[in-house]
């Protein structure tokens, strides 16, 4: 196979070496580094400090939404700048992963501390201070990151391909956190009865050494990739300011679809996570297990990443997403209607619903790189960083409102539910869980289909001409 998919007179950097798969590899340990710490935020951070610590579940809601604050200038003003500041060597976003990838891996560890016997301001301080501190250094590292998408490569199979590695490099993440599980998992005798307990204390030793590893990801990532697009340096000048920049979000349908999926994406699917890990310790008495339905997530990488170059070729990224879709939406369906009471079945369903997602998974970073080339052809300027990180607000906003949303929507259902303690795990508190957790991917995977169905407006014609238009290289994507 060859290893340029272009010739570097498609390119404005051409005294970079051609597009390949070193670059490839390179963006694969991106999103690899990443998901070691944003995996476990999503899998683990309400369970340590609701369960563990013992923060109340709407004083945890509460500082989950307020740091969101923090999120609606954090990650517009990377984003801004991250466009418009001086390229280092011919770099303009790769700088911001050197500096923000060293503070990522420390501050994941800190937000584990701890601080159990400690008094209960000191807890939500930890807390709040910790997660602030994560969220910039994760923004730091994420936005010129997911930007890098579209300067690597102005091909659309090469940015697939780009897209296909970063899913991959998010779903091996997710190998060394099933581990998690395993370790943090230990049954106890509780009244007569074994039950699954929830063991904190060892999660801070834990992200210490996935940390390590994730310090190590982005200097590969750092060494291997390439920045080629370069933008019109006379054109950045004259962009327009910041909140004129923002305000043709509005008229960008393309990522206006993105935004409903990608927060569709943080608020319900990637928080069912926490409710299938719940429902398999409290309906299945089984937490550890969560170590092998981790694994089903990664299924359909392994599967679509064999068949998603062809697939793309033959009807468009577009298409590929939405008609698999309907097979999840069936299964979750089924399960809502008749609930299993087989935990190997009910992880064989999963499996299969998950499947179906393959195109999702593998295509939706792809889908931003072709919102914000939409948005140069329709407005005559291109703010990557800007656009990017305007989507990573909205999906940060999601991962709030999921942080907040499980506990204030296990008080209100299972309201007398703790999870350290195996008597309250009633029958009406057990139905609750479990109804959650099939409903919450139920809705999110829904909301996914409608946005490419009905708001998603780049046809696969719209996409020839868009590129041929702004002189980029014209290919079936």
Same mark, same amino acid.
């Given at each position: ?33 990443? &998901? ?37 200038? &954090? ?66 590292? &994420?936005?010129?990151?997911?930007? *890098?998408?579209?300067? +690597? ?30 370790? +943090? ?10 039950? #699954? ?22 200097? *590969? ?19 327009? #300011? ?42 299945? &008495?089984?937490?550890?297990?969560? #170590? ?8 359909? *990488? ?70 914000? %080339? ?9 703010? %990557? ?20 949303? +499980? ?47 009905? +708001? ?22």
């Amino acid at each position: 196979m060859s290893n340029s998919y272009e010739s570097s007179a498609t390119m404005d950097a051409t005294d970079k070496r051609p597009f390949g798969f070193r670059d490839i590899i390179g963006y694969f340990f991106g999103d690899f580094g990443c &998901n070691l710490s944003y995996s476990v935020v999503t899998y683990y951070l309400t369970i340590f400090y609701v369960s563990y610590i013992g923060i109340e579940a709407t004083h945890f809601a509460a500082l989950m939404i307020l740091t969101r604050v923090f999120d609606a200038v &954090n990650d517009p003003l990377v984003g801004y700048f991250s466009d418009r500041i001086k390229p280092y060597k011919g770099n303009r976003y790769k700088p911001f992963i050197l500096v923000g990838g060293p503070l990522l891996a420390i501050i994941s560890a800190f937000m584990y501390f701890d601080t159990s016997s400690m008094g209960y301001g000191v807890q939500l301080a930890v807390c709040a201070i910790s997660y602030v501190a994560w969220d910039f250094a994760y923004t730091l590292v &994420n936005i010129p990151y997911g930007t *890098l998408n579209s300067v +690597v490569t102005d091909s659309s199979e090469g940015r697939t391909k780009l897209s296909t590695a970063r899913s991959i490099g998010a779903g091996v993440a997710k190998l060394p956190v099933a581990i998690i599980p395993l370790i +943090v998992y230990q049954d106890k005798v509780v009244d007569g009865q074994v039950v #699954s307990q929830f063991q904190g204390q060892l999660m801070f030793p834990v992200m210490l050494g996935l940390g390590v590893v994730a310090l190590i990801s982005f200097f *590969l990532l750092y060494l291997n990739v390439e920045e080629r697009v370069q933008p019109d340096i006379e054109k950045i000048k004259n962009q327009p #300011s910041i909140f004129k920049t923002f305000k043709t979000l509005f008229s960008n349908r393309a990522l206006i679809a993105q935004i409903i999926a990608g927060t569709a994406q943080t608020i319900f699917i990637y928080s069912a996570s926490q409710l299938h890990q719940m429902t398999l310790q409290v309906k299945y &008495n089984d937490g550890s297990l969560f #170590s092998w339905f981790t694994l089903i997530e990664i299924a359909p *990488l392994a599967i679509g990443v064999l068949m998603i170059t062809p697939l793309v070729r033959k009807f468009g990224k577009r298409q590929v997403i939405i008609a698999p879709l309907l097979g999840t939406l069936v299964i979750y369906g089924t399960m809502l209607l008749f609930p299993v009471e087989n935990v190997y079945l009910w992880i064989g369903l999963m499996a299969v619903a998950n499947m179906f997602t393959f195109g999702f998974q593998l295509l939706s970073w792809a889908m931003i790189s072709d919102a914000i %080339d939409y948005n140069e052809w329709k407005q005559g300027f291109r703010s %990557d960083g800007s656009l990017y990180s305007s989507y990573i607000f909205c999906r940060k906003i999601g991962t709030a409102f999921s942080s907040a949303a +499980v506990p204030l929507l296990i008080a209100f259902s299972a309201p007398s539910l703790e999870l350290n303690i195996a008597t309250t795990w009633t029958a009406s508190n057990v139905s609750a869980i479990y109804n959650m957790s099939i409903l919450f991917p139920l809705f999110g995977f829904g909301l996914v289909f409608i946005a490419y169905l009905l +708001v998603f407006n780049i046809s696969k014609e719209d996409y020839h001409k868009m590129q041929k238009d702004l002189g980029h290289t014209i290919d079936n994507g």
